[in-house]
């Protein structure tokens, strides 16, 4: 009985078993599992980086255009055209009409004095004027019937003339009452107020014409053969960022300064907007060369390195880096004589360590300064 039941036992347990290898072969291992979702995570990785290796640029288009060479020197602009108004007579102001930066043409009245005093001095001369024209008129007739010597009769001649002279002049000093502008332009300084009595001598006004402003700049004397009459300029100040004030070369002097080892040039600048003001420190350009239809790149997208400068130019959607060749430059932009065509996009945020060959990602797209001063011109 014992036997019986023991061995039932073991077939029991040997049942069991080869039941448990069965269900584990039809079912995945835990290992199994696992590499699975490893294989999945690469892949989203590897995908996540290669999104991630492409780097977010801004770029503008290599534009063509005009650049020129020039000698930069530095001045304050002065006003061709300048005068001090002062008073031929001496009076009180009885009016002023016109006041600091008021436009004012020629002729136009300033100040007017208290003209009683002169206005008398004019009427007593005319009288005494009359009378001797008078006393000549009967000395003539007694000259006529020979009851006068003609020296008598001269001296009465010269006297009526003498007299003429001086009414003449207090006319002349009854009109200067009214003081008027000698010239076209802006009232730039008032010194005197109504009332106050003022003599010849006394400033009244300052009136400046804008309309043509000079800068007088020193040229080293090694431009001398190359400075000439007629020759283009412009100014730029830094208070009016951004624009450009065309000029020409006015004057050029033919004496160096033995001292200094410069000659004077005088350039002329059209204020036709009149946003340049006397004094106002400005940069002035003396235009020597220009180059003509060349491609021009925008200086924000130049990077320096050791003795050289490049730029990066997208090309199959990778920045490749070029050594720029410099030829002419101005304050925005740089010529480049070789490597890179017109119409190619050129990099110009981001460029910042940035790797030859990197893949990149256009997000925006500038306007290329030199294209658009080209469009205007």
């Not at 016109?98 to 001095?121: M, N």
């Not at 020409?248 to 002329?268: A, C, H, M, Y």
């Not at 600048?269 to 003001?277: C, F, G, K, M, V």
Request: negative net charge; glycine residues 6%; aromatic residues 6%.
């Amino acid at each position: 009985m014992t036997k019986k039941l023991m061995g039932l036992c073991i077939i029991f347990c040997l049942a069991v078993t080869f039941s448990f290898n069965c269900a584990g072969d039809d079912a995945p291992s835990k290992n199994d599992n696992d590499s699975a979702a490893s294989d999945s995570t690469s892949a989203a990785e590897e995908e996540d980086q290669e999104q991630e290796e492409l780097t977010p640029v801004e770029t503008t288009v290599a534009a063509t255009g005009d650049i020129s060479s020039y000698i930069l020197l530095s001045s304050n602009l002065e006003t061709e055209e300048m005068t001090d108004v002062f008073s031929r007579v001496q009076g009180l102001i009885e009016k002023i009409s016109v006041e600091e930066g008021d436009y004012v043409k020629k002729g136009q009245l300033l100040i007017r004095l208290e003209p009683d005093e002169l206005a008398l001095r004019e009427a007593r001369a005319r009288v005494d004027y009359e009378q001797e024209k008078n006393l000549y008129e009967r000395k003539q007739a007694m000259f006529d019937k020979q009851l006068l010597s003609k020296e008598e009769f001269e001296t009465a001649g010269f006297g009526v003339e003498a007299k003429n002279i001086l009414w003449q002049e207090a006319r002349l000093n009854l009109e200067h009452t009214q003081i008027t502008a000698p010239i076209s332009g802006y009232i730039g300084e008032r010194l005197r107020r109504p009332g106050d009595r003022i003599q010849p001598s006394d400033k009244l006004f300052t009136i400046v014409n804008n309309q043509e402003m000079i800068a007088v700049v020193h040229v080293p004397e090694k431009e001398v053969g190359v400075v000439r009459k007629g020759q283009k300029a412009f100014v730029t100040s830094q208070h009016l960022s951004g624009s450009e004030f065309p000029g020409w070369i006015k004057r050029v002097s033919p004496v160096v300064d033995p001292q200094s080892g410069t000659f004077k040039v005088t350039i002329g600048i059209r204020n036709q907007e009149n946003r340049l003001r006397p004094g106002m420190f400005v940069n002035a350009h003396i235009i020597t060369d220009v180059h003509q239809n060349t491609v021009l790149i925008p200086k924000t997208a130049v990077i320096y390195e050791n003795e050289n400068i490049h730029v990066f130019v997208v090309r199959d959607g990778k920045a490749a880096k070029v050594i720029l060749q410099p030829g002419y430059q101005d304050y925005e932009k740089i010529e480049s004589l070789d490597g890179i065509a017109a119409g190619e996009k050129i990099i110009v945020v981001g460029q910042a360590g940035l790797k030859d060959q990197a893949g990149v990602n256009i997000v925006a797209e500038r306007e290329n300064p030199a294209a658009t001063a080209q469009l205007s011109n």
